[in-house]
């Protein structure tokens, strides 16, 4: 079993206590843990100190990758209105493209579109005369977006050649979705490793699309997570190494960011860098919570997002199938889906998804919110 495998690593690596010296510089120096043995068995013991475990019970299909390969990255959900049980997961294979699947992890779509880092959607946008589903996602291939509208279950591109970002982005890296809900208009933001943070807003002119670069900004180091919540027009952006921003997403308003200090890496010893996947549980007008994924330590904090308190972390371990580890990107929706996700599901990708004990390609975890809710002491939502 994993965690035998788990337990055998950390005793061979550390002794039983570690002093308070020690612990800091292990979590201001993390090893990769996908490029050493002593990266994993440091993120395995950092793991140790978060409270709250939640055992997984569902997952998707492997994506279709050798098991030691760095290949699935970050997850979207499409919410079937009529039918929530036959919603969709859209999950990013980053060497090959985007794959479709269905609630119960099966794979109803494989699409080729390049080296896809993060992808996000968007539902109802009105283009024209018509209603759409529209998928983004970052392209290394040609330092691009791609924009896919999603219909009857498959993605179907909305321009013929890439749609190629500034040349001040060094390599396509992270992406959201943001719509304006004042004018409706839809904007993708496109991150780079260089820290520079772009924003674009689809159009249709006649029968075509046009992507053109509205505003652009940056970050000291390298981000990749970014989130927008439409409702409060804020955009969050987790710079890797050190912290979560907050900043205007309207096109027109100035780019000042503000810190969620509550996130900082240097500072809150259950966070250890990279800060990579970040996403928004909405409830109300304005309030809901904002989970990042703290890949340092195999964990995912969780704050209350108008306050912006970190109310804990908690780890994704073995329960009907495997657990987590060093999760990229994640995705939440507080949609009632089914049975299994009465209050909706959060979805994220394992970096080591294992069957027994051997290793297979990554995939997505799809875990219950409610489990997160009752595991975290979380009230329920105000209506």
């Known amino acids: ?41 440091m993120a395995y013991q950092l793991q140790e100190k978060i409270k709250v475990s939640i055992p997984v019970n569902h997952q998707t299909a492997p994506v279709n990758a050798p098991a030691d390969m760095d290949s699935a990255d970050d997850p979207a959900i499409w919410i079937n209105h009529q039918n929530p049980s036959e919603s969709l997961i859209i999950g990013t294979h980053k060497e090959k493209g985007l794959y479709v699947f269905n609630l119960q992890g099966e794979i109803l779509g494989e699409y080729p579109i390049g080296k896809v880092n993060n992808v996000d959607i968007r539902q109802k946008v009105v283009m024209g005369n018509d209603t759409l589903d529209i998928v983004a996602a970052s392209n290394r291939n040609d330092n691009s977006i791609s924009w896919m509208k999603l219909e009857a279950g498959k993605l179907i591109s909305l321009f013929d050649r890439p749609q190629l ?13 943001y719509q304006d809900q004042q004018n409706q208009q839809l904007y993708a933001f496109i991150n ?44 969050y952006i987790g710079e890797e ?56 330590n195999f964990s995912y904090a969780l704050f209350e997002l108008e306050s912006k308190t970190y109310l804990g972390s908690f780890a ?15 995705e939440v929706t507080p949609v009632a889906l089914s049975p299994d996700f009465p209050k909706g599901a959060l979805v994220v990708q394992d970096g080591f998804n294992f069957e027994g ?20 002491g979380l009230l329920p939502p105000v209506q």
């Open 192 to 235: 780079g490793k260089n820290g520079v943070i772009e924003q674009y807003e689809l159009q249709l002119e006649g029968d075509q699309f046009k992507q053109s670069l509205v505003r652009s900004m940056k970050v000291s180091s390298q981000p990749e997570g970014m989130v927008a919540d439409d409702r409060t027009d804020k955009l």
């Open 316 to 330: 994704l371990v073995d329960g009907k199938v495997d657990g987590v580890e060093e999760t990229d990107g994640l």
């Open 357 to 376: 004990d051997s290793l297979v390609a990554q995939n997505f975890k799809i875990i219950s919110w409610e489990k997160i809710e009752e595991a975290m």
């Open 165 to 177: 970002v500034s040349n001040a982005i060094d390599d396509a890296y992270g992406c959201c979705l």
């Open 241 to 296: 190494a050190t912290t979560i921003w907050i900043v205007n997403a309207k096109a027109s308003a100035a780019t000042t960011m503000e810190e969620m200090t509550t996130a900082r890496v240097a500072e809150n010893e259950n966070i250890v860098a990279d800060i990579e996947g970040i996403t928004i549980y909405p409830t109300g007008a304005t309030g809901g919570y904002l989970i990042a994924s703290s890949q340092g």
């Open 1 to 41: 079993m994993k965690n035998i495998l788990t337990s055998l690593l950390i005793l061979l690596s550390f002794s039983a206590c570690k002093n308070q010296k020690e612990n800091q510089q292990a979590k201001q120096l993390p090893k990769d843990p996908r490029q050493s043995d002593e990266g994993m068995r």
